[in-house]
């Protein structure tokens, strides 16, 4: 991507946490390196268009962090920093590398987290309600002026708690990005595309069903798209796989300036090349070493691996 390309590329506003997370698989671990929904994403959309962060981290979140965000092109203004500690996760994998098993989570300043926009950043085309209370997500919708596309994210936890105020966002977003599991959880069907089909219903225009190293299926109501993983026979840590997929999509999508049929088939590769080289070490060690030849290799490589000829 030539830097013409990347001044024409439209910003995208991520909306989510920032943390410090201390996390072990078989194959190694970690102690309070960077993490967060919007780390994640505002790092994998910087590949493809300017990323604005809104967040919130405590006194004692490095500054080395910071520095690194910031030289991904990360714009910074909606990160403040509050009296208290950071937003911290510890959690492990075992060999099923699919299920996160949570060893603590300490909310701490992000308890308080209240997401208020800077003036400019309430113009911003794009928009990613990364996985965080709904209400909040309602606020930040309620800030941001005729943008061009939405998407959000959730989790079991707010569909087991606030089902209610999940859909009132469903209803107010362009896209809806969730696993399999909270699909049915949220809507009560057990087949996989009836439940994103009953999404569909809640208001979005896009239903994106993330399904981990399986890929990912993406609904409207006159398309459908299924998109493989990337096969890796390396995984070293999946925490922030999911967010990176989004945070990919969206800076496609913010980059082309489009968000037809294809353009999302399109930004839905993105996201699943740029989450399998998230899941190849641990934070965000790879993405922040990643080359754009890298990026552009691999989706080639997806073309490649899935591509037939008619009988």
């Given at each position: 991507m030539s830097d013409e390309d990347e001044g024409k590329a439209a910003p995208v506003l991520v909306v989510g946490s920032v943390a410090l997370d201390s996390v072990r698989t078989p194959f190694g671990e970690v102690a309070e390196a960077l993490g967060g929904a919007a780390s994640y994403a505002s790092v994998a959309a910087s590949f493809f268009a300017p990323p604005r962060i809104v967040a919130v981290v405590g006194q004692d979140f490095p500054q080395g962090h910071v520095a690194a965000l910031a030289e991904r092109g990360v714009d910074l203004s909606g990160l403040r920093r509050s009296t208290g500690r950071t937003f911290r996760w510890t959690g492990y994998y075992e060999y099923d590398l699919n299920q996160a098993h949570t060893v603590s989570t300490e909310l701490n300043v992000f308890a308080n987290f209240r997401p208020e926009l800077p003036e400019n950043y309430r113009h911003s085309p794009y928009v990613f309600l990364a996985n965080i209370d709904p209400v909040l997500q309602l606020y930040v919708l309620d800030q941001v002026r005729r943008p061009r596309l939405v998407a959000c994210d959730t989790m079991n936890y707010w569909i087991e708690s606030a089902p209610d105020k999940?859909?009132?966002?469903?209803?107010?977003?362009?896209?809806?990005?969730?696993?399999?599991?909270?699909?049915?959880?949220?809507?009560?069907?057990?087949?996989?595309?009836?439940a994103a089909r009953r999404v569909l219903e809640y208001g979005p225009?896009?239903?994106?069903?993330k399904k981990g190293e399986h890929g990912a299926v993406m609904l409207s109501a006159d398309s459908y798209f299924t998109a493989p993983g990337y096969p890796l026979e390396e995984v070293r840590d999946p925490t922030g796989a999911g967010d990176t997929f989004a945070g990919a999509l969206m800076g496609y999508l913010a980059r082309c300036g489009e968000c037809g049929d294809g353009e999302l088939r399109r930004?839905?590769?993105?996201?699943?090349?740029?989450?399998?080289?998230?899941?190849?070490d641990f934070s965000l060690r790879r993405l922040f070493r990643l080359t754009p030849e890298e990026i552009a290799e691999r989706y080639h490589e997806i073309i490649r691996i899935t591509r037939f000829d008619a009988l």
């Open positions: 999940v859909r009132e966002v469903l209803a107010r977003v362009d896209v809806a990005l969730m696993n399999d599991a909270e699909a049915r959880q949220l809507t009560g069907e057990a087949n996989l595309i009836a225009g896009v239903v994106i069903v930004a839905i590769i993105c996201g699943s090349v740029l989450a399998s080289f998230t899941v190849e």
